[in-house]
C-alpha cells in the first residue's frame, strides 16, 4: 500500500498499520546489515519549528540507512528566512520542489494539515502544535506495544501525566481505537485530564476508557503504562503532590510482573532513573523502534 502524506493517526486502517509492522520488522533486519542503498537518488527534508532529539535524528538516520540524503533546519524560525508573516505554504512550496519528502514539526496545530494541501512532495507531521498529533511517534509506540507484549489486542492501557495537551497521547488513544478490545485509562488531576475530542472519538469507536485521578488504583490492571511528561510547578498551582503521578522503584512495585512501561520521552522528574534498570522499562528500546516503523513510513511514502 502506498501513503500519500502522514498526517494524523485516524488515517491509518488496521491493514495499513500491519503492513507497516511488517516493513518495520524488515528493516530491523536491514540495519543489522548495515543499512540498503536503495533509496540512494531520493532526497528527505526535516523542517522542525521547535526543538528535537528523538523524532529528527531518527527520521534522519532512518532515510540515511536506507542510502538517501537529507536536507535539515532544527529552530527554522531562527535558522531559515522565514521573516514573521511569511506563509508556511511558501516555505513548503519552496522546498517541496528541492525534494522527495518535508519532514515537519509545526508549532500550529493544522501545520502539517495545511503543508499537505498545497506540497508537491509527501509531507509527515513530526508533531504539530499544543494539543494537536504526534502520529509517527504513536506508530512507533504501538509497534513497541506489539514487540512487548506479542499484541495489540485486549490490553489494559493506562495512561498517566499531563493528559490535556499531550500530542503523543492524543494519537496514541486514536490508534488503540482502530485495534481490538484494548482498556484505556486515563490518570490525571481532573485540570489536565485527556481532551473531550479524544473521549468522543473512543465513544464512537465502541472503546472502553475510564477516568481517574488515583493511580495506586489502576497501575496493578496495567498491560502497559504510558507515563507522560507533567510539570511539577502545574501540579503545584492545583494543589497535587508533585511526586503524586511519578513513577519510581515503589510504585514499579504495584505493577504486573509482565508490564511494559513507555515514554515518548523525553522525561524529567516524573520516571525515577532508578527505574531504568527493571526489564519492564521500555522506554529506551521503544525509542530505538523509532527509527524501523519511520524508515517503513520513508518506504511507503517513496515507493514509485
Ligand atoms: N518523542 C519526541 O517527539 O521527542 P523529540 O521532541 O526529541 O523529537
Known amino acids: 500500500m502506498k501513503l500519500s502524506h502522514v498526517i494524523e493517526s485516524q488515517q491509518f486502517t488496521v491493514p495499513l498499520i500491519h503492513e507497516l509492522f511488517a516493513r518495520a520488522r524488515q528493516m530491523e533486519a536491514t ?23 528523538r523524532t529528527r535524528f531518527s527520521f534522519e538516520a532512518a532515510m540515511q540507512r536506507l542510502g538517501g540524503r537529507v536536507l535539515s533546519t532544527e ?3 531562527d535558522f531559515s528566512s522565514e521573516i514573521p508573516g511569511e506563509h508556511l505554504e511558501d516555505t513548503i512550496r519552496i522546498i517541496g520542489g528541492m525534494c522527495d519528502l518535508i519532514v515537519l514539526r509545526s508549532r500550529e496545530r493544522d501545520g502539517a494539515k495545511r503543508a499537505a494541501a498545497i506540497s508537491p512532495v509527501p509531507v509527515i507531521n513530526a508533531g504539530d502544535g499544543e494539543g494537536g498529533q504526534h502520529p509517527t511517534q504513536a506508530l512507533l509506540d504501538l509497534y513497541t506495544i506489539q514487540q512487548e507484549c506479542r499484541t495489540v489486542n485486549g490490553l489494559t492501557v493506562v495512561f498517566m501525566g499531563a493528559l ?12 488503540l481505537g ?6 484505556l485509562i486515563f490518570v490525571a488531576p481532573p485540570e ?6 479524544i473521549l468522543r472519538y473512543l465513544d464512537d469507536h ?17 498491560d502497559v503504562v504510558y507515563q507522560t511528561r507533567i510539570d511539577p510547578d502545574r501540579l503545584r498551582s492545583l494543589d497535587v503532590k508533585p511526586a503524586a503521578y511519578n513513577l519510581d522503584l515503589e510504585t514499579l512495585a504495584r505493577l504486573k510482573p509482565s508490564s511494559v512501561l513507555l515514554h515518548p520521552l523525553p522525561r524529567s522528574v516524573e520516571i525515577d532513573p532508578a527505574v531504568d ?6 522506554y529506551f528500546r521503544q525509542a530505538r523502534n523509532g527509527l524501523f516503523v519511520r524508515m517503513a513510513l520513508l518506504t511507503m511514502l517513496l515507493e514509485p
Open 31 to 53: 540495519v543489522r546489515h548495515g543499512g540498503t542503498r536503495d533509496y540512494e537518488r531520493r532526497i528527505m527534508a526535516t523542517l522542525f519549528y521547535g526543538s528535537s532529539t
Open 75 to 77: 529552530s527554522a524560525q
Open 164 to 175: 490535556d495537551a499531550g500530542r503523543t497521547v492524543r494519537s496514541l488513544a486514536y490508534l
Open 178 to 183: 482502530k485495534v481490538e478490545r484494548n482498556r
Open 192 to 197: 489536565v485530564q485527556i481532551a473531550k475530542d
Open 206 to 222: 465502541g472503546v472502553r476508557y475510564e477516568l481517574t485521578s488515583d493511580p495506586a488504583k489502576v497501575l496493578p490492571q496495567a
Open 277 to 282: 534498570q527493571d526489564p519492564r522499562a521500555a
